[in-house]
C-alpha cells in the first residue's frame, strides 16, 4: 500500500523558536499533500492542503505567516510552524493524495510537537 | 456542507464478541465515505471505503461497513472482535471537489476497547 513518512515523530522546542516537519510519499507521488492537526482525545483539523509547485490553500482561522508550508517537489512537502508557543503543541498528521483519485488519503504516522 | 456524526465515543466490548461502532452522515450529494482507525502512536489507516458501487462495503481486518441512504447511516461492524482491534476508529466523508480533491471531513471518533 501506499506509505507516507514524517519525520521527526516528536520534538520539544523551547517556546520562540522555529520548527520544521517533513511529510514524505515514499511509493507515490502526492500532487497534493494535507496538513492536517489533532489535539488530545479530538478529532483530526484540516489545517491546509498544499499542491506542488504552488502557494498552500489554508483553511480559515489557520495563520498562514505562523505554519509555513512548502509542497517542493512530488514526494515531499513541509511544515515549519514558527515563532511556535506552548498553544501551539500538538499533534501533526500529513497525507498525500494518491494519484488517480480525489480523494483517498494515505497517512503519515504524525509528529508530536511540544513547545515549552 | 458535508458533515459526520460517531454517535459513540467510547464502545467496550469482550474478545470474540461481535463490533458495531455507529457513524451516520450528512450531505448534499451522494459522498464518498471512510472508515480509518488509528492506534496508539501510529498514522491512520483505511479501513474502508465506499464510492456508490456496492452498498456492502468490506475491508480490511475482517471489518465491513454497509451504506444505508434512507438512513444515512455507514455503521462499522466486525463478527468477532480481537484484542489487536483496541484502537481509534474515524468515520470520514468526502466535502467538497474544489481544486481536483475533495477535502476529508472527520467524525469525533470512537475509541474501541476490547476486553479478554
Known amino acids: 500500500g501506499a506509505v507516507v513518512s514524517q519525520h521527526p515523530s516528536w520534538v520539544i522546542c523551547k517556546s520562540g523558536t522555529s520548527v520544521k516537519i517533513e511529510c514524505r510519499s515514499l511509493d507515490f507521488q502526492a500532487t497534493t499533500m494535507f496538513w492536517y492537526r489533532q489535539f488530545p482525545k479530538q478529532s483530526l483539523m484540516l489545517m491546509a492542503t498544499s499542491n506542488e509547485g504552488s502557494k498552500a490553500t489554508y483553511e480559515q482561522g489557520v495563520e498562514k505567516d505562523k505554519f509555513l508550508i512548502n509542497h517542493a517537489s512530488l514526494t515531499l512537502s513541509t511544515l515549519t510552524v514558527t515563532s511556535a508557543h506552548p498553544e501551539d503543541s500538538s499533534f501533526y498528521i500529513c497525507?498525500?493524495?494518491?494519484?488517480?483519485?480525489?480523494?483517498?488519503?494515505?497517512f503519515g504516522p504524525g509528529t508530536r510537537l511540544t513547545v515549552l | 456542507a458535508q458533515s459526520v456524526t460517531q454517535l459513540d465515543s467510547h464502545v467496550s466490548v469482550s474478545e470474540g464478541t461481535p463490533v458495531l461502532l455507529r457513524c451516520n452522515y450528512s450531505s448534499s450529494y451522494s459522498p464518498s465515505l471512510f472508515w480509518y482507525v488509528q492506534h496508539p502512536n501510529k498514522g491512520l489507516q483505511l479501513l474502508l471505503k465506499?464510492?456508490?458501487?456496492?452498498?456492502l462495503v468490506k475491508g480490511i481486518n475482517g471489518f465491513e461497513a454497509e451504506f444505508k441512504k434512507s438512513e444515512t447511516s455507514f455503521h462499522l461492524t466486525k463478527p468477532s472482535a480481537h484484542m489487536s482491534d483496541a484502537a481509534e476508529y474515524f468515520c470520514?466523508?468526502?466535502?467538497?471537489?474544489?481544486?481536483?480533491?475533495?477535502?476529508?471531513?472527520f467524525g469525533a471518533g470512537t475509541r474501541l476497547a476490547v476486553h479478554p
Open positions: 497525507s498525500g493524495l494518491i494519484g488517480g483519485t480525489t480523494d483517498t488519503q494515505y
Open positions: 465506499y464510492t456508490s458501487a456496492a452498498t
Open positions: 470520514v466523508v468526502s466535502g467538497g471537489f474544489s481544486g481536483g480533491y475533495n477535502k476529508l471531513i
